[in-house]
């Protein structure tokens, strides 16, 4: 039978040092340090939180607009001290990775919403400089309008 879980054995599985505080057991597949506590799994910095009165319970919030979401300030996956967790939603950490470019979203064709290629904003750059006009290029690339005058002045596709 398994041990049962107390908030000493938790904070003994963890390594403090003047900054992180990092969790030297069992991580998942995404870097995250993991724990189980009474016959469930928990991310290790949640349980933190939870520890400390951060959150009110353990189990990840259901609702990506939940403010209850754990985020790092230190972007160290494993870290568990309390002074570098903070709470947001979903969306916020996911503007969080960007600013700190932890994450980037892909640029041009390779975009989710791209409906241009790379060449065919290269083409509509060209021909806008050869004098062609903005509707009837957005009409024959079957695109607004706005998309044009945005390719034009640099403001998409930005990576051509």
Not at 5 to 13: G, H
Not at 44 to 69: F, I, N, Q
């Amino acid at each position: 039978m398994a041990r049962k879980q107390t908030r000493e054995s938790f904070w003994a599985k963890v390594k403090k040092t003047k900054s992180c505080w990092e969790w030297q057991k069992s991580c998942n597949n995404t870097g995250y340090g993991t724990v189980a506590w009474d016959g469930k799994t928990y991310v290790a910095h949640r349980v933190a939180a939870y520890l400390e009165g951060m959150v009110d319970k353990m189990e990840a919030p259901k609702s990506s607009r939940d403010k209850t979401h754990v985020l790092h300030k230190c972007d160290n996956r494993k870290c568990c001290n309390p002074k570098h967790l903070f709470l947001g939603s979903y969306t916020d950490n996911q503007l969080d990775a960007y600013k700190k470019i932890r994450r980037t979203q892909p640029k041009g064709e390779n975009h989710t919403n791209a409906k241009l290629t790379n060449a065919q904003v290269k083409e509509i750059r060209e021909r806008y400089k050869a004098g062609e006009m903005q509707i009837p290029l957005a009409k024959e690339f079957n695109v607004s309008q706005r998309a044009i005058s945005l390719i034009i002045r640099n403001e998409t596709y930005i990576c051509n």
